[in-house]
């Protein structure tokens, strides 16, 4: 493995961008779901697996990773512009993108239409938790986010909703499929993502819808209307059902191709194996 740093400009800032370098072949980039433990570090053992076939790139998003994290105005506008700047290095063999990241690769795909040959989502997501949980209270999420947001407050809140032992809940909860691979090293790693400077700010973003990258299922679909390259949708067998139902209906939309694998919402980290030879077979 081999990291770099690209020094990208994404909203008119200077953004230090790690990106880890895996493998030999034509290009493949790898980008990580949004989350609260978002990481690029749980697309590495997915790139191992794929490194005889594919040179893959992995970044970081902005805001998020396990380093001391730029600010940046967390909005889609951001994310769509980060894509820009990376794609502008060229053309890929193949785009995989996890959970949230899907919409911003498929747009992207659509505005440089000679991007990428084929295209994988894993478990692909467009709506935070909370809108997901609760999408008749949106006009909390603001609230929420701001009150993240504030300068004492805001860290003590953020502290007690990121202690080890809830991580550990959530993972076992929703993000692997088997509550035995949720091991206490794992939680101690994901734990340092959360505990990075600026951690926060990621976190009450994405948590509260402020990255969703559409507004509703109706315009998630649409943004797979024609005009793009192969795209295979990895559908994770326990996915959460609210989530899953979204996977389906754009299974079901007939834009897409389809292939379950094991795992919950993080099976390119549960089961790489699994998802490498899915993308291999397509």
Not at 186 to 212: E, P, S
Request: proline letters at 10%; one cysteine or more; a positive charge.
């Amino acid at each position: 493995m081999e990291t770099r740093v690209l020094n990208l400009t994404v909203a008119g800032r200077s953004v230090p961008t790690p990106c880890d370098v895996f493998g030999e072949g034509p290009e493949a980039l790898l980008l990580p779901a949004l989350s609260t433990i978002s990481a690029r570090a749980e697309m590495r053992s997915l790139a191992e697996a794929l490194g005889s076939e594919y040179r893959c790139r992995i970044p970081d998003w902005p805001g998020f990773g396990a380093h001391p994290r730029t600010r940046v105005p967390l909005e889609p506008a951001t994310f769509h512009g980060f894509l820009d700047a990376l794609l502008a290095a060229g053309p890929y063999a193949l785009g995989v993108a996890a959970g949230h990241a899907a919409g911003y690769l498929v747009a992207a795909a659509r505005r440089h239409p000679q991007a990428f040959a084929q295209l994988v989502l894993v478990a692909p997501t467009w709506r935070g938790p909370l809108p997901t949980a609760m999408p008749g209270r949106a006009h909390w999420f603001p609230r929420i986010r701001r009150a993240v947001e504030a300068p004492i407050l805001g860290e003590a809140l953020y502290r007690i909703n990121i202690s080890p032992p809830i991580i550990g809940r959530m993972m076992r909860a929703h993000v692997y499929a088997d509550p035995a691979g949720v091991t206490p090293a794992l939680v101690r790693d994901k734990h340092a993502i959360t505990r990075q400077r600026n951690g926060r700010f990621g976190t009450a973003a994405f948590v509260t819808g402020g990255l969703d990258p559409v507004g509703s299922r109706e315009a998630f679909l649409d943004l797979f209307a024609g005009g793009l390259p192969p795209i295979l949708v990895l559908r994770p067998e326990g996915a959460p059902r609210r989530s899953g139902t979204e996977m389906d209906a754009l299974v079901g939309s007939g834009r897409v191709t389809g292939v379950s694998v094991p795992g919950a919402l993080s099976p390119h980290e549960e089961h790489p194996g699994a998802v490498a030879a899915a993308i291999r077979a397509a």
